[in-house]
């Protein structure tokens, strides 16, 4: 992922007018340092160097140590999946903690296990996530979208990878 997608400046020009600013829509790539899933600074269109750095990708490098070019949209991804974590066990109390550090989202509990959702993302849609099975307590990083039952499988399958180790 080394090549930068610039455009001429007539291309661009016929997307938008000369003097408007550029809007995320024109950003198509980033610089990006994927061993600490750091979107260094996206990339100009036309100028093909960072948007607030001013800087070429070899100039980004000799700062940013494995800096590469990527899609903007699939750096960001990566970030998001480099974030998500497996279910670990946690204690009652800090469930409770959790539970009232902030409002919940998505706040349920049915058929003896309950699940919710941190109201403060980690990264993007990232957020922590805690779920009660019975008497045993969960936390995990993942897509704030999960839904109550998707998370109480993960958590059931994180249990039972641990009965059959």
């Not at 469930?95 to 509990?109: H, I």
Request: charged share 30%; proline share 4%.
């Amino acid at each position: 992922m080394n090549a930068v997608n610039t455009m001429t400046e007539t291309d661009f020009n016929q997307h938008k007018s000369k003097d408007a600013p550029l809007s995320m829509d024109d950003i198509k790539d980033c610089y990006y340092q994927p061993s600490t899933q750091t979107v260094i600074d996206t990339i100009h269109p036309i100028t093909g160097v960072g948007v607030w750095s001013k800087k070429t990708l070899a100039e980004t490098q000799a700062e940013y140590d494995g800096a590469e070019v990527w899609d903007f949209d699939k750096a960001i991804e990566h970030k998001q999946n480099e974030a998500k974590t497996a279910p670990k066990e946690i204690s009652a109390e800090r469930f409770e903690e959790m539970l009232y550090v902030l409002p919940p989202v998505g706040w349920k509990n049915e058929g003896g296990a309950e699940s919710f959702k941190m109201s403060e993302r980690w990264s993007g849609n990232i957020t922590g996530i805690y779920c009660r099975i019975g008497e045993r307590f969960f936390e995990f990083l993942d897509d704030i979208s999960l839904s109550h039952d998707a998370i109480c499988k993960r958590c059931k399958d994180t249990e039972t990878r641990k009965l059959t180790a």
